[in-house]
């Protein structure tokens, strides 16, 4: 099992910036891909962008290229994100497996972005 544990949600205007945190604990031998996805009320949960244990490959959602920058240093997983709109208002989840989009989910962090 694996356990994530998400930090750094919160309240910004946008054309600002916040970076989110997962912790990942238990076994992480499992967690060779770690990623954050997000959900907006009434659509569907939506990657954001993922990485690679080592760090050496990611991949980003069009919505967050050139805005968003994905990172992984051991156990944790971070998401710069800049440059921020109202439409990136949702919940943001990290999540980890051996594949992508694994089994292992966070509890979600609210991110708001006001015009």
């Known amino acids: 099992q694996v356990q994530l544990v998400e930090s750094g949600g919160g309240l910004v205007q946008a054309g600002g910036s916040l970076r989110l945190s997962c912790v990942a604990s238990g076994s992480i031998f499992s967690t060779n891909f770690m990623g954050w996805y997000r959900q907006a009320p009434g659509n569907q949960r939506e990657l954001v962008a993922s990485?690679?244990?080592?760090?050496?490959t990611s991949s980003y959602a069009d919505s967050a290229k050139g805005r968003f920058t994905i990172s992984r240093d051991k156990n944790t997983v971070y998401l710069q994100m800049n440059s921020l709109r109202p439409e990136d208002t949702a919940v943001y989840y990290c999540n980890a497996g051996l594949t992508p989009k694994g089994p292992y989910w966070g509890q979600g962090t609210q991110v708001t972005v006001s015009s």
């Open positions: 990485i690679i244990r080592g760090g050496g």
